[in-house]
T-cell receptor, first 115, second 114 residues
Framework: EPEVTQTPSHQVTQMGQEVILRCVPI?????FYWYRQILGQKVEFLVS????????KSEIFDDQFSVERPDGSNFTLKIRSTKLEDSAMYFC?????????????FGNGTRLTVT | GNSVTQMEGPVTLSEEAFLTINCTYT??????LFWYVQYPGEGLQLLLK?????DKGSNKGFEATYRKETTSFHLEKGSVQVSDSAVYFC?????????????FGGGTRVLVKP
């Protein structure tokens, strides 16, 4: 069964550094998402992406965050200047968009640790 | 806004016991409802879904019925196995032009002992 893949599985970075989290969504999917889960808290929506542009973003997704689909397969999340509070598990997801109720398929996540 | 509340864990059961995880939601309109499961070291996997009132989602022996009158989507399994040990997330989907944006509950950790 096709799956969403994320790399790396664990990223450690120093405060103030830039990080790029990478994702390869399922190939025929049209909608792409990033979610995050801070340890002990809920899984939170960050951003959705469709037709090469952001379709919706949350309050968390401020100017420090950006997303890009640089080619036909990758979908990246960039954090320009990491803060301690950015430490979390980041999940990429995709959906086929065949209906408004299409389920999201998630990757295994990237654990980001900011020191 | 939309929100999902699910029972806090951990829930500890013996093998072959009956499992129920309560989930209630608050939403405008007619959301779709999902249960996702996260096994240790893995991502979120879709377990089952229901897209309208009175729909029953089922998969791997798990069931949940979309109850609009009680705004609930409780997850049940009649006889759990050790392999069902995981964290279970209830989620509400608000579909639209931006795709299907999910709002998650806090997750319920289930531990099944042999």
């Amino acid at each position: 069964e096709p799956e969403v893949t994320q790399t790396p599985s664990h990223q450690v970075t120093q405060m103030g550094q830039e990080v790029i989290l990478r994702c390869v969504p399922i190939s025929n999917h049209l909608y792409f998402y990033w979610y995050r889960q801070i340890l002990g808290q809920k899984v939170e929506f960050l951003v959705s992406f469709y037709n090469n542009e952001i379709s919706e973003k949350s309050e968390i997704f401020d100017d420090q965050f950006s997303v890009e689909r640089p080619d036909g397969s990758n979908f990246t999340l960039k954090i320009r200047s990491t803060k301690l509070e950015d430490s979390a598990m980041y999940f990429c997801a995709s959906s086929d968009g065949q209906s408004y109720n299409s389920p999201l398929h998630f990757g295994n996540g990237t654990r980001l640790t900011v020191t | 806004g939309n929100s999902v509340t699910q029972m806090e864990g951990p829930v500890t059961l013996s093998e072959e016991a009956f499992l129920t995880i309560n989930c209630t939601y608050t939403a405008t309109g007619y959301p779709s409802l999902f249960w996702y499961v996260q096994y240790p070291g893995e991502g979120l996997q879709l377990l089952l879904k229901a897209t309208k009132a009175d729909d029953k989602g089922s998969n791997k022996g798990f069931e949940a019925t979309y109850r609009k009158e009680t705004t609930s989507f409780h997850l049940e399994k009649g006889s759990v196995q050790v392999s069902d040990s995981a964290v279970y997330f209830c989620a509400l989907g608000r579909g639209g032009a931006a795709g299907n944006k999910l709002t998650f509950g806090g997750g319920t950790r289930v531990l099944v002992k042999p």
